[in-house]
Each structure stands twice: as structure tokens, then as C-alpha cells.
């Protein structure tokens, strides 16, 4: 009998907190958008592990076979598909012959994680047309959403997964982020979720009367070629500190999150949130000299691992970021105290800016504009290097403030022709139709 043909939609994500702490295991503020991607999947004669793939964005139908890479340029959509292929096949043997075809009303490279939406929206229809999630092979290994959410981001990154053998990924070496918010997000709630271990701590509910509206920049945010360079440097300045770090001690941690959890206990962020004050102890220039991190002795065993400059700044980037303000983000949205919500925020962006050094010209005029505009909060999201900006601002007032912004946007100097401005609400997992 043919398989029935299965349709799974894979939403977007919006990074609301949490730049760059999920592949070091840390804390961040997730939630899915209302939009994202279509991935049907049929059976088809052929081979196994014979792939037809089309996409309603990019003329013509490509073929693709699993042990066999494709000749196609880096970032090309059909790579990610392939990856999704190649990798199924090793851990569950070859899958029948498909044909899959993917829509989308998610805009491509503009850091909703349009990439993450493909390969995890593939993967769960191929899977499913396959058979495979209904078998032990696949329930032993990925008995829930957040499970799958870490086998869907292994695939792209190229680790392995449990007893599921990596093989090359993508070329990112990203975390779980995306693919949380795509899979375990609730409708209408951001979700409050760490890495190590991986887990939602909490979710709250984002109220009816505000949403956020999405400036993209236009400035695509391709994690190909030098970007991609740029954008596994951060991933790799971590793990170069976690190596020395389970060197020196004679531990075994896997992420950072794990080595500071050994150094101040499970309640990450109460030894750090309690003493910083966000406005007098982040200064805008970015010199954290000052900082509780520097006067806290808990944290000098793994701080003075990372050599003054580029190192310094990211760690101290992480431990700020997912172990102080995404906490505090967390604890004043369902508190609904939006002016500390904001500072958190504020100062995220400040250290994306200064110490993560991920942003350019457009993203952070991008955050400056809404603010003047009157946004509740505004932060860039996403991979860096390009992308897009979340504003917080009255549902109410929104259309007319996302035409206002892109409006102001398209007249600064270096603001593509391809800027686009939409309305959105935290929206539903993914799912199959």
C-alpha cells in the first residue's frame, strides 16, 4: 500500500532573549511566529534514498540521493534538504523513495530561522512518510518535543544525538534554539528554556493587548562564506574555554552552562541577578571591569581561562546573558513589570553590540529607530551579521508602527530594497496537518 502523503507546517521562531547562550547550554526567551514553512512529502517510485525536491520560491525540481552530495552552491536550500536525507539515512537505514515539495510565507535568511523551518520541517515529514516515528529505533530516542527538537538541531550542526551518529551538518555549529521555538513552543506563550540539561523551565503568556512587530533588514543573514566563519567563532571561543576548563579541574562538562552550575549551584542566576544592577553596572560603553562578574570569586576559576579581550567578552557575554537577563526577562514578564523587561533587553542588546560583536549598521540603527518611535523594547535576534529586529509595542498601535518604522528604515543610508516590516504574535508549534 502507498503511503498517505504527509504535510507537517514549521513555524518560524523570534530569539526574544538569549543571544547566542543555547549552544554554551544556557537560558533564553523563545516563542514560534505565525508564520513559516510548508514541507508535503509523497511517495514516489524509485530508489531508496532517491529525494524529488521542489520549493515554490526557486524555480525547477532537484534530485537528490543520499550518499551522494549535491552540486550545489553553499547555503542553497537544497543542501539543507540533503543534509535532512543523508542524515536520516544513516541513523534509520534508507528511506523509500519521495518526492517533497515546500512552500513558505517566511521571509528567507532575515534571522526567523527559515533554514532551522526547512530542515526540521523535512525531517519530521520525511520521517513520518517513512514510518519511521512510529518505531522503537525512533521512540527510544526521541520520545517528546524537546527531544526531537535536539535530534533536529543535531542534524543541522552535525553532531551526534544520543546513540544517533552525527555526520556533517550544514557547516553552523549552532544550538537548539530555533528548533525549541519551532517544536515546543505553545500558542500565544514565550517559553522559558535552558540547554543543559535541555528542558522548558516556564512559559508566559505574552498579552493580547501587545505584539511584536519584525523588522528585516534586508540584509540577508547567510551563514555561508565569511558569515558563517564569523558565526562559528562564537561557538568556538566557548568550547576552546570549556576544553581548558575540564582540563584543568579533571571534569567532563559538555557546555558551560554545566561548568558554571559546578562553580555556583543549580539556582544559575540567583547569585548573579542579586547583586547587578542593570543601569549602573552595564554602562553603555560596554566595560564590564567594574561588573559583579569581575568582584564575584565563584566565578575566577573559569574567567581567568579566557584570556583578556575577544575570549573575556564572550564568556562574560554568556554568564551576563543567560545567567542575569534572560532570568530577569523571565521573572518581569509574568510579573508584568515591562520597564525592567526592557532594561533587560536594552542592555542584551548593548553586549550583542560590544562583546558579541554580531551586529551591523542596519540592525542596530534598526533597534534605535523603534526605540525613538516609542517600542516598549526592540533587540536584534538571530544569528547575527544581518537578519532582523523585534520591536514590543501595543497590539493596537501596530500596523501603524510598522509602517512608520519601515518607513523610517528605507530612507537611512545602507537599507536594502528587500527591508520588509510584519505584525506577529507568539504562535503554534509545528505540526502535522
Known amino acids: 500500500m502507498t503511503p498517505t502523503p504527509v504535510t507537517w507546517e514549521m513555524p518560524g521562531r523570534i530569539e526574544v532573549l538569549g543571544k547566542h547562550t543555547d549552544y554554551g547550554g544556557g537560558r533564553v526567551l523563545v516563542c514560534a511566529v505565525d508564520r513559516g514553512i510548508t514541507v508535503r512529502a509523497e511517495a514516489v517510485t524509485g530508489p531508496p534514498g532517491t529525494l ?13 540521493e543520499a550518499d551522494t552530495v549535491p552540486d550545489l552552491p553553499p547555503g542553497h536550500w537544497g543542501r539543507y534538504v540533503h543534509t535532512v536525507l543523508a542524515r536520516l539515512t544513516k541513523n534509520f537505514g534508507p528511506l523509500p523513495a519521495a518526492r517533497l515539495a515546500v512552500a513558505s510565507d517566511l521571509p528567507p535568511a532575515s534571522g526567523m530561522s527559515s533554514s532551522s523551518a526547512m ?39 552535525g553532531k551526534s544525538f544520543g ?74 571561543l566557548l568550547g576552546a574555554i570549556v576544553e581548558r576548563w575540564n582540563r584543568q579541574t579533571g571534569r567532563s562538562d559538555a557546555t558551560l552552562q554545566a561548568a558554571l552550575r559546578s562553580l555556583i549551584g543549580e539556582d544559575l542566576e540567583a547569585p548573579l541577578r542579586a547583586e547587578m544592577d542593570l543601569a549602573a553596572q552595564l554602562p553603555a560603553g560596554g566595560d564590564l571591569a567594574a561588573s559583579p562578574l ?3 570569586e565563584r566565578l575566577t576559576p573559569l574567567r581567568r581561562l579566557a584570556a583578556e579581550g575577544m575570549e573575556r567578552d564572550r564568556l562574560d557575554q554568556f554568564l551576563i546573558e543567560s545567567a542575569v537577563l534572560v532570568p530577569r526577562a523571565h521573572a518581569s514578564l509574568r510579573d508584568g513589570d515591562l520597564d525592567t523587561f526592557a532594561a533587560a533587553v536594552a542592555a542584551s ?30 533587540s536584534a535576534f538571530g544569528a547575527g551579521f544581518g537578519g532582523s529586529v523585534w520591536a514590543l509595542v501595543p497590539t493596537a498601535d501596530a500596523d501603524g508602527f510598522a509602517a512608520a518604522w519601515g518607513e523610517r528604515y528605507r530612507r537611512t543610508d545602507g537599507a536594502p530594497e528587500t527591508a520588509s516590516v510584519l505584525v506577529t504574535r507568539p504562535g503554534a508549534p509545528g505540526r502535522r496537518l
Do not use: C
Request: glycine share 10%; charged share 20%; hydrophobic share 40%.
Open 294 to 296: 569581575a568582584g564575584d
Open 119 to 157: 530542515i526540521t520541517g523535512a525531517a519530521m515529514a520525511l520521517a513520518d512518510l517513512a514510518g519511521l516515528s512510529s518505531t522503537e529505533a525512533w521512540t527510544a530516542q526521541l520520545p517528546e518535543r524537546m527531544s526531537l527538537a535536539g535530534y533536529a538541531a543535531s542534524i543541522e550542526n
Open 52 to 64: 524529488e525536491a521542489a520549493s515554490d520560491a526557486y524555480p525547477g525540481t532537484l534530485h537528490l
Open 349 to 378: 542588546q548593548r553586549l550583542a553590540e560590544t562583546h558579541l560583536r554580531n551586529q551591523i549598521p542596519q540592525t542596530i540603527e534598526l533597534v534605535r529607530s523603534a526605540e525613538q518611535l516609542g517600542a516598549r523594547a526592540a
Open 163 to 236: 546513540d544517533l551518529a552525527g555526520r556533517p551538518g550544514v557547516g553552523t555549529s549552532g544550538g537548539s534554539l530555533d528548533h525549541t521555538g519551532m517544536l515546543a513552543s505553545e500558542q500565544g506563550q514565550i517559553s522559558y528554556a535552558e540547554f543543559d540539561p535541555m528542558r522548558v523551565i516556564d512559559r508566559v503568556a505574552l498579552p493580547q493587548e501587545w505584539s511584536f512587530v519584525v523588522a528585516v533588514s534586508g540584509v540577508l543573514a547567510e551563514k555561508t562564506g565569511n558569515v558563517q566563519e564569523l558565526y562559528n567563532r562564537g561557538p568556538a
